[in-house]
């Protein structure tokens, strides 16, 4: 974990998580969707009436175990507290009407979610206080098997398109729309944070 601007990598830490937990519920109720991960919250919520973040905590356990079986450096910090904080973060917010609003207001509400997502990851990996347990799940796979990252990510997502479809939750547009956006939006939040920012 850097130790160096602790202050500032934790304030990071917190911004990042406010803005994957405001972004994961504006898009999750919009009924569209916005990523593989939510899908599954998604799924637990339609199932067991689990809201999203307790969802997002049990997910994050099942990551996090898979990362434990193989190398628990990819857990840090920001890891466990993160997933705590957007927990906290997402059942804060309420954005249920959501359901019934105009389908143009949805898109909306979709679009702009993912990209508060792709935005909070982007600050999440600027703060290096560790990665996400999605991530590390992805990074441990790749480090027991030598597959391409790119191959071990594709298996996360298809097991969490799968768990959902079992759980009654079907993909939807969002997981699309978040696959076309969210690099791009990540990449460019990185360029232009680093710009202002003292912690390289």
Not at 89 to 101: G, Q, R, V, Y
Not at 152 to 176: R, Y
């Amino acid at each position: 974990m850097k130790t160096d601007y602790l202050k500032l990598r934790l304030l990071l830490l917190v911004i990042a998580c406010f803005l994957i937990g405001l972004g994961a519920k504006m898009a999750g109720s919009s009924t569209l969707g916005a990523d593989v991960v939510v899908l599954v919250w998604e799924g637990l919520n339609r199932t067991f009436g689990v809201d999203m973040g307790t969802s997002n905590i049990i997910v994050s356990l099942v990551f996090l175990a898979i990362t434990l079986s193989i190398n628990w450096r990819y857990i840090g910090f920001g890891t466990v507290v993160g997933m705590f904080l957007q927990s906290f973060f997402i059942n804060l917010f309420d954005f249920s009407a959501l359901a019934e609003m105009d389908i143009a207001v949805k898109v909306v509400a979709m679009v702009v979610g993912i990209a508060l997502i792709a935005m909070g990851c982007a600050v999440y990996a600027l703060a290096e206080l560790g990665v996400g347990p999605y991530i590390a799940a992805t990074l441990a796979l790749h480090e027991k098997f030598k597959t391409s990252i790119p191959k071990n990510k594709f298996f996360i997502d298809a097991s969490c398109v799968i768990t959902a479809a079992i759980l009654g939750q079907w993909p939807t547009i969002g997981p699309v729309v978040s696959l076309l956006i969210s690099g791009i939006i990540m990449d460019q939040t990185m360029v232009i944070l680093k710009k202002f920012l003292p912690i390289k």
